[in-house]
Every structure is written in C-alpha cells, then in structure tokens.
C-alpha cells in the first residue's frame, strides 16, 4: 500500500519561497499515476494547487501557476513543491496526494485515493 | 473555472438519520465527481469517485448519485463516526472542491 509522508519548514518569511517534499513509500512514484499537492487554511475549505507525472509533465492550478513549481526525483521516489513569494495568504495545511485514474464515459476522471498526513506551513516573519 | 457549490453549508441530524448533500457545478462536468470525507486534524479520505462509485472499504451505507451539474451524497443511516466534513471535487476540468459541508451532531 503507498503511502506519502510531507516534509519541510514548518515556517517560512513573506515574500521568500516555499518547499515541501513528499516521500512515496511502498509504491513507485514511476507507476502510471499523477502526484498532486493541495492545500487548506486553518479553518477553510481544500484547494487544488498542482499535479506532476513521473514524465515531469505538470499541470497548476491557474490561480497559483505563476508561484508554483513541482517536480520530481525519481532516484530518491518523490516529488516536491515549490511556491515563491508567499504571504500570509499562504498559510495552511499542505497535504501531497496519489490520483486514482478512471474511465468514465470513454475519458478518464481523477480522485485522489491515497493522502499524505499533511504539514502546517505558517507564514510569518 | 469550473465553481463548485455545495449545500446546506452545514447540517445537524442524529444517529439513524438518512442525510443528503449536494453538490451543483457551475458548468456540466459528466459524471467527473468524487466526495470526500474529512475529520479534525486529518487529511481527507475518498468515499466515492465517478459520482457513484464506492471506493474500497466505505461501508454501504454512502452512495453518490448525479451527472451533469448535479449531485449528491447521502448516507442510509448515520453512524457516529459519520459526522465530519465532506467535500465534493470535480476533475473535469482542471481540479476544484466545493466549500464543504459540515455534519454535526443533533
């Protein structure tokens, strides 16, 4: 059974970057599946921030997308995130996730099946 | 983007009871919806995907039904471990979660 473990600062300054790292375990992060990060405010709803293949084909959130860059490391089997200039907006749980692919209707929709704990990231100087 | 909009915001009901949520797209999105459990403190957990769906080990008593704009999640009968959070997401296009929707305890 995969699972996923977040890792990273636990606080970062405004306007500095953040990194995250989530480490697959019991599973290969080459397996025919997409790695997404998400992340919830204390206290408010989940937003989708990105999605990375084991190819480094990537796919970002719109809203976020010119902040963002994910990437992979196949030799270490883990992916990682990076998201600059942040603010206190920023400030939240960041979770990684393993998408589950199905075909519906001819075409294929996602859900993510497997969640990391998640790692709180504050913001703050 | 695609807006997902999730009702009530928040509902009470008792052990027994049979709940309905439900979850509207801003645009048809086929049946390209999953639902999501969350508890304090911990990640969410995936109950049902393709709209109706029931992901491996979610007792029975979830099902999801709907296609198109709308959709809905109900629960048979609540259980005391039922009650939490659970979100709708679309995978249609791109990935967004409605608001959430708050189960408590009556």
């Known amino acids: 059974q995969v699972q996923l473990q977040e890792s990273g600062p636990g606080l970062v300054k405004p306007s500095g970057t953040l990194s995250l790292t989530c480490a697959v375990s019991g599973g290969s992060i080459s397996s025919s599946n997409w790695w997404s990060w998400v992340r919830q405010p204390p206290g408010k709803g989940l937003e989708w921030i990105g999605e990375?293949?084991?190819?480094?084909?990537?796919n970002y959130n719109p809203s976020l997308k010119s902040r963002v860059t994910i990437s992979v490391d196949k030799s270490k089997n883990q992916f990682s995130l990076k998201l600059s200039s942040v603010t206190a907006a920023d400030t939240a749980v960041y979770y990684c996730?393993?998408?589950?692919?199905?075909?519906?209707?001819?075409?294929?929709?996602?859900?993510?099946?497997?969640w990391g704990q998640g790692t709180m990231v504050t913001v703050s100087s | 983007d695609i807006q997902m909009t999730q009702s009530p915001s928040s509902l009470s009901a008792s052990v027994g009871d049979r709940v309905t949520i439900t979850c509207r797209a801003s645009?048809?999105?086929?049946?390209?919806l999953n639902w999501y459990q969350q508890k304090p403190g911990k990640a969410p957990k995936l109950l049902i995907y393709a709209a109706s769906s029931l992901q491996s080990g979610v007792p029975s008593r979830f099902s999801g039904s709907g296609s198109g704009t709308d959709f809905t999640l109900t629960i048979s009968s609540l259980q005391p471990e039922d009650f939490a959070t659970y979100y709708c997401q679309q995978s249609y296009s791109g990935i967004t979660f409605g608001q959430g929707t708050r189960l408590e305890i009556k």
């Open positions: 990375i293949y084991h190819s480094g084909s990537t």
């Open positions: 996730t393993k998408t589950m692919s199905v075909v519906v209707v001819a075409a294929t929709a996602d859900a993510f099946d497997i």
């Open positions: 645009q048809s999105i086929s049946s390209y």
